[in-house]
């Protein structure tokens, strides 16, 4: 057993439960709905540290090292299952209240203003947004995935370590596109988040074609039992093309919804958008 995914998952889960606590205490009232949507959130961060650890950990990690279709459910938990529960959860701030304000201040103020890492703060606005965000999580879906990338991580543990870490991390950049995780905001619109979903459904879709569909193994996986090295690759090809693609499927529908929804001449939105108006040329009286 690897210790690091669990020690890192059981600390971020302790500072997000202390940092939510706090926040309760400090509120003065909060609505029912608030407290569902706090509740949910916190769930959601939750499954998504036990997704992760379950990625990582045996016996998903060992049965990996035998079996291509266990490697690439390791990546689908990485990328479609645990980064976008780790986004609904937003434990951007909810993480870093806990953490002392006499070390809080002055890393903020190192980070938000130090000339030295002006390079870096541009570097992450600029992944943050849209079209770089699609193209870092496709190139790194894609680069992974060639033969030799691929056939290096299975012989250098470092190599495999940065892998996991990149489809988790740029998982969550691509999540954080289309699902809002205060304080961070999508740039994007309904339509504009829906259409980014079904694009990045179609480069893992490309991707599974091409591992179901080869005439030969592409990788290092030698078979096993009655199982062949093609059959494991093609088993993969169907995993990422089915269970991998219900993520964002779910989410297309949600969108779907959602647009429709403001679309609608009598959505509450539109109601109170018209009451407004109304108010602003009638003025109540006195």
């Known amino acids: 057993m690897d210790p690091i995914p669990f020690v890192v998952a059981v600390v971020s889960a302790y500072l997000y439960a202390l940092g939510g606590r706090r926040a309760f205490l400090r509120s003065v009232s909060a609505t ?3 407290s569902w949507e706090r509740l949910g959130r916190s769930c959601s961060f939750y499954a998504g540290l036990v997704a992760v ?3 990582l950990e045996p016996p998903v990690d060992t049965i990996s090292q035998r079996y291509f279709f266990m490697h690439m459910l390791q990546h689908l938990l990485l990328m479609m299952v645990a980064a976008p529960l780790i986004v609904l959860g937003a434990p951007w701030s909810r993480s870093w209240r806990p ?6 201040r002055p890393v903020a103020r190192t980070v938000a203003r130090h000339r030295v890492l002006r390079p870096l703060r541009a570097t992450a606005h600029w992944m943050t947004s849209p079209v770089p965000a699609f193209v870092l999580f496709t190139a790194d879906l894609a680069v992974w995935h060639v033969p030799q990338a691929y056939d290096l991580t299975l012989r250098d543990a470092a190599v495999h370590y940065a892998e996991h870490l990149s489809f988790l991390l740029l998982g969550i950049v691509f ?3 289309i699902v809002d995780s205060p304080p961070l ?3 994007l619109d309904y339509p504009g988040r829906v259409a980014f979903a079904v694009l990045g459904g179609a480069a893992s879709w490309i991707l599974a074609v091409v591992l179901a569909l080869a005439p030969h193994p592409l990788y290092a996986y030698s078979g096993h039992g009655h199982l062949s090295a ?3 690759q093609q088993l993969a090809g169907g995993m990422m093309w ?3 693609s219900i993520p964002l499927a779910v989410y297309v529908f949600y969108g779907l919804y959602r647009w429709l929804g403001e679309e609608e001449p009598g959505t509450p939105r539109r109601r109170r958008a018209r009451g407004r108006r109304f108010g602003q040329a009638w003025p109540s009286r006195p």
Do not use: E, K
Request: aromatic content about 8%.
């Open 32 to 34: 029912r709905r608030r």
């Open 53 to 55: 650890v379950v990625a």
């Open 99 to 104: 953490l002392p304000l006499g070390f809080r």
């Open 175 to 177: 999540w954080a596109q």
């Open 185 to 187: 905001r999508s740039h």
């Open 230 to 232: 093609l059959t494991d």
């Open 242 to 244: 089915g269970p991998g």
